[in-house]
């Protein structure tokens, strides 16, 4: 490397640790920014000899990151930056504390995935969905798969390993000459009625989906999953043993194999590494309290909202719900998402706008019971399990209570 990014690499790593020291968070943030104003190509310098696979879209990243480090793990030592900091600064943090290895993952947010791109010129992208999130700040969904197409029809060198589920992710990816397909299902349609590419509609039939006036349809994948297992590209089943709930977790364990796929894992390989990843940052954490079983589900978005209640016990159920910085300050995605699964369940309200939720649930026929605080909740359930779906902040508020698990 140059000495000035080898400058800007020690001052990052210094920075960060200084941040750690004062109990200021992970200072991946941080450490990444004083790095960078030393050396705006540090990424790149950073990036260099490394074997490269990016992951972007609305939700699963933090998973997804996470099981395709432990599948490339099986080729040797991965830098990722696994604790969701997935802007440059993050990941210039992340490959500048991992010192040199072969190869990184790193979970990209949607908005930046173009200019990380262009730094780290990766091996593989991975593209899992899109869909409506924080209102008030993300872009359209349709803009957000014009910006993914453009900067991918600009480096056809790159694979792509696509969600072919998700018609504005098929579109996405469909000017890239290089392609491998997964099928990890879709439960949220509701942003993707109408074809990015003409505007007709789109009709769903079976799992299969098409455009009524273009050739947009869904490709057929090379990764499937397929009862609790998937299908590879050689046409075998792989039973997947994991310890992360739900069939999203199982479409995320696909995309995982599928990527490290392309670096040259084998299912077979990469599997046993799979089912030891437990929780990521907290997500879906277990936690024995009072008696209680509680269980750490985050959703932040319409499409996560459909994915948790489908993950969820049939149990007393707190839901919490804030409206500060990171989780976006419009509340009004809530009106989006159908809360009637949870009906039949004993539902716990919670969260700076617990009343944002209350008129909702209300309107949705959803009997519910307001409490002040997470010690409240634990009271008012019986011993056994109790869900906790929050949204991002009210996660992290929840996590803090019970001594930041992870
Ligand atoms: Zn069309």
């Known amino acids: 490397m140059p000495l000035r990014a080898i400058v800007a690499t020690t001052a990052s790593k210094t920075a960060a640790a200084l941040s750690r020291a004062a109990g200021r968070g992970d200072g991946s943030v941080i450490g990444g920014w004083i790095g960078l104003k030393i050396d705006p190509d540090l990424l790149a310098h950073l990036s260099s000899g490394r074997a490269v696979a990016l992951v972007s879209g609305t939700n699963g990243k933090t998973t997804t990151t996470r099981l395709t480090a432990a599948a490339v793990g099986v080729l040797g030592r991965v830098a990722t930056n696994s604790y969701g900091a997935n802007m440059p600064t993050g990941h210039t943090s992340a490959l500048a504390k991992e010192g040199h290895t072969p190869f990184a993952v790193l979970e990209v947010d949607e908005h930046y995935l173009a200019q990380v791109i262009n730094s780290t010129r990766p091996k593989v992208v991975a593209l899992l969905n899109l869909s409506r999130d924080q209102l008030d700040r993300a872009k359209e969904v349709a803009m957000m798969a014009q910006l993914w197409r453009t900067a991918l029809a600009g480096h056809p060198e790159i694979r792509v390993v696509a969600n072919a589920d998700d018609p504005m992710v098929v579109w996405a990816a469909g000017a890239s000459p290089q392609t491998t397909w997964f099928s990890a299902g879709q439960r949220w349609h509701d942003d993707s009625f109408v074809c990015p590419e003409s505007g007709h509609p789109i009709e769903r039939a079976n799992g299969d989906w098409w455009c009524t006036g273009c050739p947009l349809r869904r490709p057929a994948p090379q990764w499937v999953v397929e009862e609790d297992g998937v299908i590879d590209p050689r046409g075998d089943w792989h039973l997947v043993k994991l310890q992360l709930p739900g069939k999203v977790n199982l479409g995320n364990a696909a995309t995982a194999l599928a990527v490290a796929g392309e670096f040259g894992v084998r299912p077979i390989e990469a599997l046993p590494r799979l089912s030891r990843v437990t929780s990521i940052a907290g997500r879906y954490a277990q936690v024995d309290r009072d008696g209680r079983n509680i269980r ?57 706008r617990a009343y944002d939720l209350a008129v909702r649930l209300q309107v949705n026929q959803v009997p519910f019971q307001h409490v002040q605080t997470f010690d409240d909740a634990l009271a008012q359930v019986p011993p056994g399990r109790l869900e906790v779906i929050a949204n991002y902040t009210a996660f992290q508020d929840i996590r803090a209570e019970l001594d930041r698990v992870n």
Do not use: H, Y
């Open 296 to 352: 750490l589900l985050l959703a932040k978005n319409p499409a996560s909202w459909l994915e948790a209640f489908d993950m969820a016990d049939q149990a007393p159920t707190l839901l919490s719900i804030n409206a500060r910085d990171p989780d976006g300050l419009d509340t009004s995605w809530l009106w989006d998402v159908d809360f009637s699964p949870l009906r039949g369940r004993p539902v716990l309200i919670t969260g700076d």
